[in-house]
Each structure stands twice: as structure tokens, then as C-alpha cells.
């Protein structure tokens, strides 16, 4: 009986968690009660530890969220279990070894407004050439740990996909958390940030990752 009001609170918390408004535009409002939405998932969820680059799953392209189930549900809450874990502010299904279309992120946009949510299937949207204003500010990423390097990224992003209920949503960011959007996006079609940078920038990447001590458990690869 306990086991089975665990999962029916679980069923009922994830289910409320969930549901986000949406703006004028049809963007998801993701700004709104973050400490306790990230919570509700985190505290649902146990952490994991993060796959590095070398591991295969991060290198091919993920397979598309079909089942918006339980499982899934287990899945967003050990994420970010896992997120909070390595003081991340986007994770990837594939960065816990998992082969999904799905991410979650926490992250602050450049005027500091903090935004939490999931997207499954994601897909970045073109932009038109008034708003490809390029930053070229520092990425790290916790698969390639200790690591950074500037990278060239637009400071505008828009991702249409799903939530973990299925429903359609769009979302979209400016600076910092733009370029969350599009490296998590990145990394569920098998491609880290380092593999846009040149061969140099690199190998200096990973030298800096091979020099450093993560601060988070993660898989070492065989």
C-alpha cells in the first residue's frame, strides 16, 4: 500500500508539474514557480551519473520519445536529479546513458529570469537573418568536463517539440539560455559542442578535460 500511494503521488505531482501557460505567441511560460517545479521533479528522482565524450551514446543521433508514460516521467525526474547533481543547467537524455529525444533544462536567460522545463523531439527553428546576432561567449558542457571554449552561437533560439505529456510547445530564449536550447538540442542528434569547434580549440578541449577533476560522478568509458 505505501508503495503503491508513492506512485499514485508521483503520478499526480508529474502530471501537475507538466502543465505550463502559454504567452500571446505560444510560448511556454517557463519562468513562472521554478524553485518549486524543479524541485517537485528533483526530489521525485534519483541521480545519475554523466556519460563523457567517447561514449558511443552521445554520438549518434537519439531515438524520437513515442511513449509519454510513466517510464518517461521517472526519466525527467532523474534528470534533474542528475542536473542538480553536476550544477548543470541543461541535460540531455543521452548524457545519463539514455537513447531519447528529451531534455531538461534550468537555466538563466541574460536578464537573469531563470526558466525550467522539458522538451522531447526537439528541433531548433531557422532563424531569420534580422536575428542571427552571433555571441561568441565561453560553452562548457558536463560530458566534456572542466572544459571550455568559446563558441560562436546565435543569442536568439526557438525550439518547437513536446512536453512529457505529449502536448506541442514552443520555446524560446535570448543569450545565455538561447545557447542552452541549441547545445542540449545538439546533443540529441549526436553532436557536442566541441565538435563545432576547430580541430585546434579541440584538442585543447579535451586536454583541459583529460587535466581536470569532475565534480560530479560520471562513466568512465571502457
Known sequence: MAQQDTEQQRARASADSAVLPVDDEGFVIDTEDCEGREAAYRERGTSRPITVVGNPVLHRECRDVTEFDDDLARLVDDMFASQRTAEGVGLAANQIGVDLKVFVYDCPDDDNNRH?????????????????????????????????????????AVVTGQDEKGNPIRVRGTGYFARCLQHETDHLYGSLYIDRLSKRERKEALRQMAEGTPRYPTVPND
Do not use: F, H, K, M
Open 116 to 156: 525550467v522545463g522539458v522538451v522531447c523531439n526537439p528541433v531548433i527553428q531557422e532563424l531569420p537573418a534580422e536575428l542571427r546576432r552571433l555571441d561568441d561567449s565561453n560553452e562548457g558542457c558536463l560530458s566534456v568536463p572542466t572544459a571550455y571554449a568559446a563558441l560562436a552561437r546565435p543569442d536568439y
